[in-house]
Structure formats: C-alpha cells, structure tokens
C-alpha cells in the first residue's frame, strides 16, 4: 500500500508540533532567530550584492510583476511593440556591423582563456 502526503501538509504539521512542544521562551526564542535571519544580509558566494532573504523575496516579486506588466503592455499595444522591434533590429544590425572584428577576436580569445583553464 502506497502512502501518498502532501508536502505543505507535512510542513504544516511538522510546524505545529514544534511549536507546540517548546515553552514560551523558547518559542520567542525561535522566533526571533528566524527574523534575524530574515533580516540578516548573506554573504555572496561571488563577491556580488548581499541581500537578506525578506530583500531577496521582494526584488523576485517587483522583478515578476515588472515582468507581468511590460508583458501585458506589449499584448495590448502595437505601437510599443513596434518601438521594442525597432531596438532590437538596430542592436542587431550594429552586432553584424560596428567593431565586429574586434568582437570575434575579444569572444574567440575568452573562449580559449576558458578551455586553457579546463582541467
């Protein structure tokens, strides 16, 4: 026989039961950790930006909705369509144009520094 359990369900639960095991003052203990920690900024494993995880969640969210709106700009209005088309050919167009040796060397010498490094 096959058990099947749904995983929020299990968080839910395991949650609870934690909480309910601890006093008073380890709970409030508990609980402010976790807002430490959720405040507290991380280090970067490569010498980026350091954010805390309540920084890292609203920057995902704005990047969503910003993602969400510019796509429902461009479902309804033709004109910004055409304005975005018209960026992306001419980028295009100075790709295929403007420097382009000097772009094949810098790309061609990255990849040789990359495959020098392979091990």
Do not use: W
Not at 14 to 32: C, G, H, M, P, T
């Amino acid at each position: 026989m096959e058990i099947k359990l749904d995983d929020t369900l299990i968080r839910s639960v395991v949650s609870e039961a934690i909480l309910k095991s601890l006093d008073e003052q380890k709970r409030e203990a508990l609980l402010k950790g976790a807002l430490q920690h959720l405040l507290t900024k991380q280090e970067s494993g490569y010498g980026g930006q350091r954010y805390s995880p309540i920084e890292r969640a609203f920057n995902s969210a704005v990047d969503r909705c910003a993602e969400k709106l510019v796509g429902e700009m461009l479902d309804a209005d033709d004109k910004f369509k055409a304005v975005i088309r018209k960026f992306i050919a001419d980028a295009v167009e100075r790709l295929e144009t403007d420097n382009r040796d000097e772009r094949v060397r810098r790309l061609a010498d990255s990849i040789a520094r990359g495959l020098a490094s392979e091990r």
